[in-house]
């Protein structure tokens, strides 16, 4: 099983990235995925799920201005992230989780925003 993010990188505020997590050694489509972000020095925070049926979550500090999508035919995950602030930065991790089975985390992409 592995979960691997893409598209973190160095931004300046007000500007945008789309991150990517591409799964695999399980089936996608059955499970939960959630992007989490832990700032430096705060805890892990939970910012967007995106629950089977398509049905979507998002932490209040990024509603309006981040989009989280799903292909399962790719099995890839996205955050489409806009507007960015100081305080979005953070190493950012895609999760999976379904009922009854293992959970799952990639290894983190870094977003800096920053002039």
């Known amino acids: 099983v592995q979960l691997v993010e893409s598209g973190g990188g160095l931004v300046q505020p007000g500007g945008s990235l789309r991150l990517s997590c591409v799964g695999s050694?399980?089936?996608?489509?059955?499970?939960?995925m959630t992007w989490f972000r832990q700032a430096p020095g705060k805890e892990l925070e939970s910012v967007a799920i995106?629950?089977?049926?398509?049905?979507?979550k998002y932490a209040d500090s990024v509603k309006g201005r981040f989009t989280i999508s799903r292909d399962n035919l790719a099995n890839t995950v996205y955050l489409q992230m806009k507007s960015l602030k100081p305080e979005d930065t953070a190493v950012y991790y895609c999760?999976?989780?379904?009922?009854?089975?293992?959970?799952?985390w990639g290894q983190g992409t870094l977003v800096t925003v920053s002039s």
């Open positions: 999760n999976a989780k379904a009922f009854g089975n293992p959970e799952h």
């Open positions: 050694g399980f089936t996608f489509s059955t499970y939960v």
């Open positions: 995106s629950y089977l049926g398509g049905v979507v």
